[in-house]
DNA sequence: CTCTGGCACTCTTCGTGCCGGAGTGCCAAG
DNA sequence: CTTGGCACTCCGGCACGAAGAGTGCCAGAG
């Protein structure tokens, strides 16, 4: 349908327009990159480039810009995943290392993302649903007062105070640590409840009610910690967004308040590689200016979190990309050896 | 110095400024407030304002401003702190109350203050220097491999793995978990570190590495903790900062995710009651335009940390201040109840 | 000495009209 | 299918003028 020399006209309309931010004529194009037709063919090509929905412009006699649909095939077809240079490269490894722990890291890839890519950066925590449990302590605070601490193999600790319906001695206290960390040690969250069910019934049934409300609050303390919480950063690239500001970076600076929707965002990302969302593709309203570049990261062949940026459709897509896969390997990379 | 109507005019000026965003003059002075005064009078007032640097003409023939001086003194002589309404009041409370944690009490307070007062929030977390340590626990997670948990009494958790010189035994193990919270249990952090001085002493020198080890993360992480971590909400308000966006806006971001900036910021307010800072009087560059208003919060009658509001030098002082004192004090019933 | 009304002056802002340039679309010829 | 030519459109910038808002100053009244 398209021909080979249309496919490179709106590639180079896509670099033009990432370039200058001004929308591209045809005699620039000719100038610039060296198709080897005169505008008045370009001048065709991009007619038809119009007609299939893939560039628009914004008013008559001036220069076209691409449309959501034109990013798409241009990600698609015509851009690939500029690698980094190894100074780059090099860098991102000696930053990620210095890092002390899992806040530390998520922090730094945070920041080493919104810099790299000069846009807005999102990173969430890595996700319990596939991690195991490495210990669970619980502590007598008080005769009727219990805190339970939970701690994961990536590293992350939560905690929870419980209010007993009735005082538990040490003694069925220390029981109940070890049984329960007997069945739930080395296990995925997932397998929790149905380990712990019958757990009850070896106790006396004065301790029951204790031992239920222990258990409760594990389990609500899995699945609440299934729900990921996230860090962002470089939200002061957003002013690099366009002439047009205040209209435009307030909706995305909401949207970015929204934990739930940039959970959504990178959840709904089912594709276990790189994905690239444009504009309206997103659902929410107030991203449709935005594209989201996103990839899901690990410490192992799992990927247990994504990770990814935010920046306006008008962006270097492959360089974006390229940047957005090296962090997610070397913070895989870091995961693992801690 | 000032007579009393001149202060009067000042006032009118802030209060109108605030309102309009536009420079004002004497005619819509002597309209919108009733002195009882001809716009004459108010020019020679407002000439003589501006001769002492409380006001200032952007250009010549446009109304006047108020310089940081103005808002100053308008702040400490002028201003009273507006009082919540009571529906204001409950709302407060309604939603701080269905908090869950620690971390949810600091999110929810963010935002609300976001929400109240149409700027940007910052809240630090509960800090520890002035915490007491409610329990520590020392977790064997391998042979030479231990986990140190540490609770304070505001409900914060902190962990810490340990890489053991030697082997350590359970029994010595549990002999120096009950030493150690015999020692600091109910200790503030500062006492800490001469209270298990001598601690190692009671051991055999086979375990002294180990101890030492032990209570080097202690005391280490009891540091670490006491740089204070804080959460920011309300962002997508610096959207209603001015015209001249990009400008005024980019640095400011900037500044809020430099924590260490922020931090300074909270920190140097010494004043145990509120403090607001204008302008030029908060050293970083970027805030310039920008004033911070902060109090301290707590959980009894000492402050343990700090939250406050980052809008305009342009903000309704009065509003600003009774909803950031407000906020404070029902965050510390919060705390304080649980 | 203070307040007031009047008056001339200064700037900004906004609307208008005009021009140049960039870019398009179309057509006819190669 | 490509190319050069040509007429047309529309935005952006600029100059000009009028309107409006606000000031500073002065002279007179209380």
């Known amino acids: ?20 931010e001004e929308p591209v004529g045809s005699k620039a194009l000719t100038e610039r990159h060296n198709l080897k037709v005169s505008p008045a063919t370009v001048r065709n090509d991009m007619a038809a480039l119009e007609d299939d929905g893939f560039i628009a412009q914004p008013h008559t006699s001036a220069g076209r810009i691409p449309t959501d649909k034109g990013y798409r095939l241009f990600v698609d077809k015509l851009a690939g995943v500029k690698p980094l240079s190894s100074p ?3 860098a991102i490894q000696n930053f990620l290392e210095g890092a002390v722990d899992l806040d530390d890291v998520v922090g730094r890839t945070v920041r080493l993302l919104a810099q790299l890519t000069r846009q807005v950066a999102v990173v969430q925590y890595p996700s319990l649903t596939r991690s195991t449990v490495r210990h ?3 502590l007598g605070l008080a005769p009727a007062r219990l805190m339970l601490v ?8 939560e905690q929870r ?5 009735a005082p538990i001695g040490e003694a069925v206290l220390a029981d109940l640590r070890a049984r329960l960390n007997s069945r739930v040690v080395g296990e995925r969250f997932t397998e929790v409840p149905s380990l712990v069910q019958d757990l009850p019934e070896a106790f006396d049934a004065d301790d ?5 409300t222990v258990l409760a609050t594990l389990l609500e303390t899995l699945v609440e910690e299934t729900e990921e919480r996230l860090m962002i950063g ?6 690099r967004f366009g002439h047009d ?12 308040e929204e934990q739930v929707v940039l959970l959504k965002l990178l959840g709904e990302a089912k594709d276990p590689g790189m994905t690239v969302r444009i504009g309206h593709e997103n659902q929410h309203e107030g991203l449709s200016s935005t594209s989201v570049v996103s990839v899901g990261y690990g410490s192992g062949d799992e990927a247990v979190a994504k990770l990814g940026v935010v920046g306006p459709t008008r962006m270097d897509y492959p360089g974006t990309m390229g940047a957005v896969r090296a962090v997610a390997r070397y913070v895989g990379q870091i995961l693992a050896e801690s």
């Open 208 to 212: 029951r009610g204790t031992i239920q």
């Open 161 to 165: 105070l419980i209010d007993c319906p």
């Open 1 to 20: 349908m398209l021909s080979e020399r249309r496919l490179e006209v709106l590639r180079a309309i896509v670099q033009d327009y990432v370039g200058t």
């Open 234 to 239: 470089g939200t002061a690239n957003l002013t």
């Open 136 to 138: 669970v302590e619980l």
């Open 150 to 157: 939970l701690i994961t193999d990536t590293g992350r600790v």
């Open 245 to 256: 500001f205040p209209l435009t970076i307030r909706p995305v600076l909401e949207a970015l």
């Open 88 to 90: 780059e490269r090099r």
